[in-house]
C-alpha cells in the first residue's frame, strides 16, 4: 500500500505539471498539453480538473472521441463538476449530436442554476434542437427529393449594368476570367451570383459523370502536386499558386478534400477551384473531404458564409455538388490519395472503391465513411478513433493494403501538422496539410507534394500563412457554436 507522503507527493507534482500543461494549452501547444495532462492524471486519476482539461485540448485538436471519453470520466470522478458535462456537450455539439449536448447542458444548468452563462448556452442549445427537429419534420424523403440544380436557368439570370466585377463570356471559363475572379476576391469582391451558378453547375454535370476513384496518369517527364485540406483559407491558396504555378495542363494538382469550413473565405476558395476546374478539367482534381457534407457544413461556417455572400439556393446547390465529388485517387497505379484513411476490414480493393455509390451525404460506418474520417496510429492493428468517427490504422494496416493493391504510398490529409506534413508507417504513408496557421492559432506551417514521373518520389514544400482581411475564422458559423471554439 502507498504511503501518506507518497500520496501527498503525487498529488503536488500532479499540480505542477498541471499548471505546465495550463501554460502549454495557452500557447496553443494542445497536444503538449494532453501529455503534460496524462503525465498528473497517470499520478492522480482522481482529480475530475485534469480530465477536463484533457478533454478541452483534445476539443482543439478536433478529436472529438477522445473529448468525450475524458469528459465523461470527470464526471465519474465527480459526478457534481460541471465542466465535466460542459466539455462532453461541447464535444456532442461539434460533432453535431445536438440532442446529446442538450442533455450534459441541462445538467450544467443543475449544478450551477445562478451562472448566467450556462443559462445562455443551454438556451441557445435549445433553439439548436428545436430548429434541427422542424428541418427533420419539413425534410423530404431521399426518394422523393428534387435537385436544387435541375430547377436554375442562370442564362436567364440578368446582370446589372453597374456589375464591374468579372464575367463568362458565353459558355467558356477562360483563364482571364479566372485570373479577374480571383483578383476580385482578393479586394473582398464578390462574384455576380450568375457566373457563381454558372461555374457550380458546371463542375455538378462534370463531377457526375466521373467514378468514385479516379485514375491520374502522370507522363514520364511531367510532374503532378498534392494539397490537403485548405479550409476556406483563401488568401494561402493564392499563397500556394505564387509558389507553384497556376494549375494548368502542364502544371496539374489534386486537392485532397475540406476545401470549405472554418475559415471564412470558403465561398471564394470553392468557387476559385471550381473554376479552375472547368477552365481546364485535367489541370485540377478534387477529392471529398468529410467537411464536404451537409452536418459539417451547418456547423463549422460554410453553410452561414453562403447563405450571406449568395442565396439560400446555394446553400442546397453546393450540399448536391460535394456529393458528387469523388472520394479517392491513384497516380500512376503506385500512389492511393484519399482525405483519410484506411478500412476497418482487411482485403479491400481498388475496386471495391470504385464501386462505392458516394451520391448521398457521408454515412456514419462503412467503407465511404472510413475513406473520410479515419487517421493513422503509431502502433499496429486498428483502434476506435479520437473524433468518434471513423478509425486509427497501424502500419500493419497500410502494408497490407498496398501489397493487395500493388501500390507504392499512401497520401493523405485530415489532420494539422506543425510542419504542414508527417511521414509514418516506416515511410508509406504521407499526411499533408496546407492550411498554414490553421484557424489563425495553431501555428503551423503548411504543405503541398510535387511527384515527378516516372518515380514519382515525394519531394515535400512546406510554407508558412501569409495575412488575410480581418475576418475571424467561423466568422459566419452559428452564434451559439462559436461560443465553444
Not at 461556417?301 to 460535394?322: C, I, N, P, Q, Y
Not at 504521407?430 to 501555428?443: L, R
Amino acid at each position: 500500500m502507498p504511503s501518506m507522503d507518497n500520496e501527498s507527493s503525487n498529488v503536488s507534482q500532479a499540480e505542477e505539471i498541471k499548471v505546465q500543461a495550463n501554460e502549454a494549452f495557452k500557447a496553443h501547444k494542445y497536444g503538449q498539453a494532453i501529455d503534460l495532462y496524462t503525465q498528473a492524471i497517470e499520478l492522480n486519476s482522481q482529480n475530475a480538473v485534469y480530465w477536463a482539461n484533457r478533454a478541452f485540448a483534445h476539443t482543439k485538436l478536433e478529436e472529438y472521441g477522445s473529448a468525450m471519453q475524458d469528459a465523461t470520466k470527470a464526471i465519474e470522478v465527480d459526478p457534481k463538476y460541471s465542466k465535466g458535462y460542459y466539455r462532453r456537450g461541447a464535444a456532442y455539439l461539434a460533432m453535431g449530436k445536438f440532442k446529446e449536448a442538450l442533455k450534459d447542458f441541462q445538467q450544467v444548468k443543475k449544478i450551477c442554476p445562478n451562472d448566467p452563462d450556462a443559462t445562455k448556452k443551454l438556451k441557445e442549445c435549445e433553439k439548436a434542437v428545436m430548429k434541427l427537429k422542424f428541418e427533420e419534420a419539413i425534410s423530404v424523403p431521399e426518394s422523393e427529393r428534387r435537385f436544387v440544380a435541375d430547377s436554375i436557368d442562370y442564362h436567364s439570370i440578368e446582370v446589372e449594368p453597374q456589375y464591374s466585377g468579372a464575367k463568362i463570356e458565353g459558355d467558356v471559363v477562360t483563364l482571364d476570367f479566372v485570373k479577374k475572379m480571383m483578383d476580385d476576391f482578393k479586394n473582398q469582391k464578390c462574384l455576380h451570383k450568375r457566373y457563381a451558378f454558372q461555374i457550380v453547375l458546371q463542375m455538378r454535370k462534370m463531377l457526375r459523370s466521373q467514378p468514385s476513384l479516379v485514375d491520374i496518369n502522370v507522363p514520364d517527364g511531367s510532374h503532378f502536386t498534392v494539397c490537403g485540406d485548405v479550409h476556406g483559407q483563401f488568401y494561402d491558396l493564392i499563397n500556394i499558386f505564387e509558389l507553384n504555378g497556376l494549375p494548368s495542363e502542364e502544371n496539374p494538382y489534386l486537392f485532397n478534400g475540406d476545401f470549405v469550413d472554418r475559415g471564412s473565405f470558403s465561398v471564394e476558395v470553392i468557387l476559385t477551384l471550381f473554376a479552375l476546374k472547368c477552365m481546364c478539367p485535367s489541370a485540377i482534381y478534387l477529392a471529398r473531404g468529410n467537411h464536404e457534407s451537409r452536418s459539417m457544413n451547418k456547423i463549422y461556417g460554410f453553410e452561414g458564409e453562403v447563405r450571406s455572400k449568395l442565396s439560400e439556393k446555394f446553400v442546397e446547390l453546393f450540399a448536391e455538388v460535394f456529393c458528387c465529388l469523388p472520394l479517392a485517387h491513384v497516380i500512376n497505379q503506385k500512389v492511393f490519395v484519399v482525405h483519410g484513411g484506411l478500412f476497418s476490414v482487411d482485403g479491400v480493393k481498388l475496386s471495391d472503391i470504385k464501386a462505392i455509390d458516394r451520391f448521398c451525404e457521408p454515412p456514419e460506418e462503412g467503407l465511404m465513411c472510413e475513406l473520410l474520417w479515419s487517421d493513422p496510429q503509431p502502433f499496429p492493428g486498428r483502434g476506435p478513433s479520437k473524433r468518434g468517427v471513423g478509425l486509427s490504422f497501424g502500419a500493419d494496416v497500410t502494408r497490407k493494403f498496398l501489397q493487395d493493391n500493388n501500390l507504392d504510398l499512401i497520401v493523405r490529409s485530415h489532420e494539422v501538422k506543425d510542419e504542414g506534413y508527417e511521414i509514418e508507417h516506416d515511410g508509406k504513408l504521407i499526411t499533408i496539410f496546407s492550411a498554414p496557421n490553421y484557424c489563425d492559432q495553431m501555428g503551423n506551417k503548411g504543405a503541398y507534394i510535387r511527384f515527378e514521373a516516372p518515380d514519382l518520389k515525394p519531394n515535400i514544400v512546406t510554407f508558412s500563412a501569409v495575412p488575410h482581411p480581418d475576418v475571424k475564422p467561423m466568422a459566419y458559423a452559428n452564434n451559439f457554436l462559436r461560443m465553444f471554439q
